[in-house]
């Protein structure tokens, strides 16, 4: 009998836009032999809709639909409700997908909704979603494991009234050029590069827009790697490297999406050691935020220290058709259709 699977996607994050590529991707790949699917759209302003198919997905129009969705926290439901104005039907459900990127979804507050209703979900629990998410905390995880990373000052928000003090507990903590980053966003949102004194606070502002706690991190001289994780508790495994090779300065939203000169490359060549240096790091840093089902984990390559620098860990990663999670499993053999069996089935055993 199939499984009727939820594939929940949009979201009120700034990935909104991305969560529907990569849904499209994992709708089109998935074992119809096997699964039912069942579309589930949440739009930027909260609003949970039924979505009738992937063309609807791809053009955007499933925001203008009118059939409201709600998965019942009710672990005896074990189901969606639908809203069709005065008409309301319920339907039962075996799994949910949480196609989700950033905020209130990649964060553990939708992990926590599933966990109440007693769903099986793909992906990482609310523990390792939430600390994954937020930049700060992974990083004090990070250091207790002893793994190389970024030097960095933490600044919250309300801290900007005093944008004289924040500049310079900055200035005194490293040299320009500096990274600033909401420590919660992903796809590079709100990541910016500062040169001087004036392009730093701008970049703390307009991090400050996207999250109040914000990283300024010490610039890292090296190469952009990825290493895609894949396990639960019985076998965490760890693919080959990937490489970014950003059109931009840096890796940034817009490099990554609509930058046709921006390149992935899968197997770079890297000195001995380094690439199994990331893996066990990756699998490392996976299990130490109790991770489950799937990572990606980012690394830099210093190249003039030469050392392994972790960056930071997507329990969600992008699944669009140019993303790295699911081009690296390729590259080891692994289909994007028996990918997402095997994580479906993961969530099925938790």
């Not at 606070?201 to 999250?211: G, I, P, T």
Request: one cysteine or more; hydrophobic letters at 40%.
């Amino acid at each position: 009998m199939k499984k009727k699977v939820v594939i929940l996607f949009g979201g009120q994050s700034s990935e909104h836009e991305v969560s529907c590529l990569s849904a499209a991707t994992i709708i089109e790949n998935m074992d119809t032999e096997l699964y039912d699917l069942l579309l589930i759209g949440i739009r930027q302003d909260g609003r949970w809709l039924r979505v009738e198919n992937i063309e609807a997905v791809r053009d955007g129009s499933w925001r203008d639909g009118s059939v409201a969705a709600i998965i019942s926290p009710d672990q005896t439901q074990h189901g969606v409700l639908f809203l069709d104005g005065s008409c309301v039907k319920q339907e039962k459900i075996d799994i949910v997908f949480p196609v989700l990127h950033g905020l209130y979804g990649e964060d553990g507050t939708v992990q926590g909704l599933l966990t109440l209703a007693g769903i099986p979900y793909v992906g990482c629990g609310v523990l390792s979603s939430a600390v994954s998410m937020d930049k700060l905390y992974t990083k004090q995880i990070v250091q207790a494991l002893g793994v190389r990373q970024a030097a960095y000052v933490a600044v919250m928000r309300h801290e900007l009234a005093q944008m004289a003090s924040v500049i310079q507990k900055v200035e005194t903590a490293f040299p320009y050029p500096v990274f600033v980053k909401p420590s919660n966003a992903g796809s590079s949102k709100g990541v910016s590069k500062a040169l001087n004194r004036a392009e730093l606070e701008a970049a703390l502002l307009e991090a400050a827009r996207h999250d109040r706690k914000i990283l300024v991190e010490e610039t890292i001289l090296g190469r952009e790697l990825e290493c895609a994780v894949l396990g639960d508790e019985k076998e965490v495994r760890a693919s080959g490297i990937g490489e970014i090779l950003a059109a931009d300065e840096f890796y940034s939203y817009e490099a990554k999406y609509y930058n046709a000169e921006s390149k992935t490359v899968i197997g770079p060549e890297l000195p001995a050691g380094v690439a199994d240096r990331i893996r066990e790091a990756a699998r490392q840093i996976f299990c130490a935020v109790d991770g489950f089902g799937l990572s990606r984990v980012d690394f830099f390559y210093d190249t003039v220290r030469k050392e392994v620098v972790f960056n930071e860990i997507n329990t969600m990663p992008g699944f669009t058709a140019i993303s790295m999670y699911p081009s690296l499993w390729e590259a080891e053999g692994i289909s994007k259709k028996e990918l997402l069996r095997e994580l479906l089935h993961m969530a099925q055993r938790r």
